[in-house]
């Protein structure tokens, strides 16, 4: 069965940096345009950061561009989401998903509804 699993997630204190993973399991990723979305306790799911197929462009929303860092390693088949600087307000769970994409186009943003494939996620707490 086709699966995105996320990881990295945990207890942070503010300042502080994590990184999360994105591995997807029977497809390779190389050629996917993937997302990553959080929710917050009593919030909308809201995006975070993409990165198109064959790493065409980037995307990040305007809360952490300068902080967090988005990333695609081939070889394993993953794509990380480098989080610096980490506020309270970056609590939430962080879900990545992944969207199959037309080749040498920059898809970023990409609409929540149209990705394929998503991920269980993975919970990130900022506290001191």
């Known amino acids: 069965q086709v699966q995105l699993v996320e990881s990295g997630g945990g207890l942070v204190q503010p300042g502080g940096s994590l990184r999360l993973s994105c591995t997807a399991s029977?497809?390779?990723?190389?050629?996917?345009?993937v997302g990553w979305y959080r929710q917050a306790p009593g919030k909308e799911r809201e995006g975070v950061s993409c990165i198109s197929g064959h790493d065409v462009g980037t995307y990040y929303a305007e809360f952490v561009k300068g902080r967090f860092h988005i990333s695609r390693d081939i070889a394993k088949n993953t794509v990380y989401l480098q989080m610096n600087s980490l506020k309270p307000e970056d609590t939430a769970v962080y879900y990545c998903a992944a969207v199959d994409s037309a080749p040498m186009v920059d898809m970023c943003p990409v609409m929540q509804y149209e990705y394929a494939y998503w991920g269980q996620g993975t919970r990130v707490t900022v506290s001191s």
């Open positions: 029977l497809f390779t990723l190389d050629s996917y345009t």
